[in-house]
């Protein structure tokens, strides 16, 4: 998968170039956009490894300091608190409307997430 993705990079690096020259305040939206995306993209991969590397090897597949790796540490437990929180709001309104399911569903989630930053946490003593 990493050739396909490796080949598709570069095909749309010719692409954007070619735009760029051809019409470079056309192309403008459309890098802003694949910015965007891409750090969508980033941002889960980041979480998803987290989640089973050591955040000195993301940070060496990410090609930064142990520093920078320390910085997507504190913004990637940014999102996963926030996530938590919107979950614990979930579970309260769960339990207002009397739905059980929903409370275990969103209660889990809230456990899942706290299993993350826990992971996350003593990952990045690596990095001290």
């Known amino acids: 998968m990493s050739n396909d993705l490796n080949a598709t990079r570069e095909l749309l690096s010719r ?24 750090d969508e993209h980033l941002h889960d991969a980041v979480r998803q490894a987290a989640r089973s590397a050591s955040w000195r090897e993301i940070a060496t597949a990410l090609g930064v300091s142990k520093q920078a790796a320390h910085q997507r540490f504190r913004a990637y ?20 409307d009397g739905d059980t399911d929903q ?10 997430l706290a299993g993350e930053l826990r992971q996350a946490a003593r990952s990045r003593k690596d990095l001290v």
């Open 15 to 38: 692409q954007l170039t070619e735009a760029i020259a051809t019409d470079a305040i056309g192309a403008l939206p459309i890098i802003s956009a694949l910015q965007k995306e891409t």
């Open 77 to 96: 437990a940014k999102g996963v608190a926030e996530e938590m929180k919107a979950h614990k709001r979930a579970v309260k309104q769960a339990r207002r």
């Open 103 to 112: 409370v275990a569903k969103a209660r889990g989630r809230v456990e899942e």
